[in-house]
């Protein structure tokens, strides 16, 4: 059969005031048995969870069980999921009064019934050097846009004194290396250590080859340039 196999033992970690604990583990570079994940992901159907062993009774609870960062194919570009919970260097987006607006105008409530910030995310990207970098997903199943007028998203820069040269690009059609729309934002326009709001009309888009907005399977974005600091989206 084609499965890989993990302990979680060496990645515990202890939730403070609390019996919980929070396992993370790297499909990639923690397999103990079984085939490497690249040769099983395109495979899966089942997960199982099991326990050896006599030294131990009592209940065991499981609160939640997430699978990260897997959708996406990369080249030359480090990608991390973050968010303002757990992630002590991500830019937190409640901090900026721009996006806390937005956010009460699309979700209501910037705030949780405890009074903290709502858990937010998003994808830090890592050039891993100067030439095009990108991450690119294959949808299971077409996508239609053919209902929408416009993309929008939120940019941050973090570039600690950098200089901000190169470009984001983003592709989506049904082949990005053939038939699809295309926008190049120049990170040089962007205020840094910021984020940003980034409103892209269907109309403005470039079109290549022969793509249609009721046949979407790709979705490609990437950086291209001499950026050598985080760039959150």
Known sequence: ENFST???????????????????????????AGQDWDSV???V?????????????????FAKISFLGDRWQTNNVKIKSVNNYDDIDFPDPFESSDFRNYYERMYGDTKTSEGKWQKEGALSFLALSDDTGYIQQTFISTKSFADYRKINFWIYLDTKGESEEGEFHLKFGSD???????????????TTDKWVEIGILFSELEVEGDPTFNKINQIRIGLNGEIHFPVYI
């Open 6 to 32: 993990y302990f979680l033992n060496a990645h515990k970690e202890q939730v403070p005031g609390s019996n919980w604990c929070k396992y993370t583990i790297s499909l990639e570079e923690d397999v103990f």
């Open 41 to 43: 992901k395109s495979l």
């Open 45 to 61: 159907k089942d997960v199982r969870i099991w326990m050896k062993g006599s030294d131990f009774s009592g209940k065991i609870k």
């Open 176 to 190: 990005v290396e053939t038939d699809y729309y295309e926008y190049t934002l120049p990170l040089s326009s962007v």
